[in-house]
């Protein structure tokens, strides 16, 4: 029962941060930090899971009838979507996208189960310090290389930012604090909730604030039969089929996500059938829901992660006390978990299709409201959730002050990307460990 109502909680916000532009995974994992903050392991993770598998339905809902992405992974559907609304076939494209996508879930479970059938026997060559030195430093190839357009001096710069803020506190790698400066409030290092609203969240919200979004949005749909909508479907299967295995394996892409899938497939599709706007919705958004579960490995299974959002639940999870290292030790734990996991990935998704399908006009509707007092209630309620864990945590000036020079610096860097910083604060001190480990074997 416990397990169902995470899960339930998670679509709740998935729904919210789908269909509301600037309130993504990310923004959302933030705000319920005090919440997620009393959560075991399990709890995180199939939270986590309901979240962003809801997110690619109704990311779609807002796409469709606007043209304004809920997600980035969903700008293929606002470009495609909005060809149907025209044609008062808005509920076509929906049903359409919300089918192909629990056959992207369905696909994605089935390849993640195959996978890890070989891997679980060998994992333990995964936690050699040498190969996992290797995968930070090919995550940051791609965190140096391809953030900000190729900006390797910003990005370098950034990821100085995120190493030099993880340093003070106490050492992985030598005896006693360092970098306190005789404040005994950084003897536990600086806290990660300020880093990720100041650096993440604030610079995501106002590089999706628009003024014009203030103005009242209309919904005209005409409701499709299911059955229409299901030959509509057959037609395109194989559209969808390519576009599951496509998104899938691009999901391990560090960095990319979903995003580098769903791009992919509607291109694809865009190329072998130009003139079918439905073969690349159906492709793109079945590559959204596959590829979920292929991002989620790297980080359920030697700790790393590669995406933004999955860096914040990573340090939730570690607050928790997860250790992979600990799980992978015996394999059976590690094959029952996936499997649990997997399941539960198409529950969640036959859940979200039941409720996002028939209610999508509804939903569409929630949207018409004032983007101006969102974006303003979204910045006080960031605050009070960082004052209250400073609060809990016994170091609330700390949290106050990092709040507003880390939103300060975010500021004025909104039109940049700062995953390198986020990542290289959230792993600084492992890699640092790892890296000391490979120098003292080798040298």
Not at 71 to 80: Q, Y
Not at 103 to 123: E, Q, R
């Amino acid at each position: 029962m416990t397990e169902l109502i995470v899960v339930l909680l998670g679509i709740l916000c998935g729904t919210a941060a789908g269909m509301l532009p600037g309130i993504g995974i990310t923004v959302t994992l933030v705000l319920m930090w005090p919440i997620l903050y009393t959560f075991g392991i399990l709890e995180l993770i199939l939270y986590y899971m309901a979240l962003s598998a809801t997110v690619q339905y109704t990311g779609t809902i807002p796409s469709v009838f606007f043209g304004v992405p809920g997600e980035s992974n969903s700008v293929p559907a606002s470009i495609e979507g909005p060809k149907f609304t025209r044609k008062n076939l808005a509920m076509l494209a929906i049903g359409g996208c919300q089918l192909s996508s629990i056959i992207g879930a369905i696909v994605g479970a089935a390849l993640t189960l195959a996978l890890l059938y070989f891997l679980i026997p060998h994992l333990q060559y995964f936690f050699n310090s040498t190969f996992k030195l290797a995968l930070y430093s090919l995550v940051l190839v791609f965190l140096i290389f391809v953030y900000n357009q190729g900006r390797v001096f910003l990005n370098l710069f950034l990821i100085a930012i995120g190493f030099s803020l993880a340093m003070p506190g106490e050492s992985m790698v030598e005896n006693g604090l360092r970098y306190t400066f005789g404040f005994y409030d950084l003897s536990f290092g600086i806290p990660l909730l300020p880093v990720l609203i100041g650096f993440l969240v604030v610079p995501t919200i106002l590089k999706n604030y628009e003024k014009d979004t203030s103005a009242k949005l209309t919904v005209n749909a005409i409701a499709i039969p299911s059955r229409k909508i299901l030959v509509w479907l057959r037609r395109n299967i194989a559209s969808v089929f390519r576009g599951s295995v496509i998104g899938y394996f691009c999901g391990f892409v560090p960095g990319m996500g979903t995003d580098l899938g769903t791009n992919s497939s509607y291109a694809l599709e865009k190329k072998l059938h130009p003139l079918k706007p439905g073969k690349q919705l159906l492709s793109a958004e079945s590559a959204n829901n596959s590829g979920v579960l292929a991002s989620w490995l790297p980080l359920l299974l030697i700790g790393i992660p590669i995406t933004s959002s999955e860096v914040i639940i990573y340090g939730m999870l570690t607050n928790a006390g997860w250790n992979p290292l600990e799980i992978t030790s015996v394999q059976d734990t590690m094959t029952n978990m996936f499997l649990t996991l997997s399941v539960w990935y198409v529950i969640i998704n036959i859940i979200v299709l039941i409720v996002a399908w028939p209610f999508a006009k509804k939903v569409a509707n929630i949207i018409t409201c004032n983007y101006n007092t969102l974006i303003i209630s979204t910045l006080v309620v960031l605050y009070f959730v960082n004052s209250y864990l400073g609060y809990l945590d016994f170091r609330f000036a700390l949290y106050q002050i990092c709040f507003f020079v880390f939103c300060t610096f975010g500021y004025f860097l909104r039109k940049h990307n700062s995953m390198p910083l986020i990542f290289m604060f959230i792993i600084a001190l492992d890699f640092e460990a790892v890296l000391t480990r490979v120098w003292q074997i080798h040298f």
